[in-house]
């Protein structure tokens, strides 16, 4: 469960998890994604190779160990820009979970308004919205 401090961070952006769930829960559909198509774009074949380098943090016993209340929150993606596939800034281990269990898809949130993300990000900073 996201706590009210919680920030992600992604290489230098920072994003406010909390009010961006709000507003999600608040505002917005969840729409099906493909698991396979995360575990690409996220690199799930390469937890736990030696002498890979990821740019994205998996415990892959942490994820494991995901009981159904924890993994059944759909994911939180923002859109950085208007061509950005999106950037899920909760719900990584859910997804490595359920994608190792064999599930073909997954709820997620998908937060495209630019207003709503600069104000609980530092992502204007780098003009990326």
């Known amino acids: ?3 009210q401090d ?3 961070n992604f ?3 920072q994003f406010k998890v909390f009010p961006l769930w709000q507003y999600a ?3 917005l559909q969840p729409r099906r994604l493909s698991l396979n198509r995360i575990a690409k774009g996220y690199s799930f ?3 736990g190779k030696t002498g890979w380098i990821s740019m994205y943090s998996i415990d892959a016993k942490y994820a494991m160990k995901l009981k159904p209340c924890d993994y059944l929150q759909p994911l939180l993606i923002i859109q950085l820009g208007k061509d950005s596939g999106g950037l899920m800034i909760d719900g990584l281990h859910r997804a490595y979970k359920l994608w190792k269990q064999g599930q073909k898809t997954i709820r997620a949130y998908y937060v495209t308004d630019h207003g709503i993300i600069e104000n609980y990000s530092n ?3 780098f ?3």
């Open 25 to 27: 829960r608040e505002n």
């Open 45 to 47: 074949k390469t937890v």
């Open 1 to 3: 469960m996201v706590t």
């Open 6 to 8: 919680e920030i992600y």
């Open 11 to 13: 290489m230098s952006l």
């Open 127 to 129: 003009n990326l919205v």
């Open 123 to 125: 992502v204007k900073d």
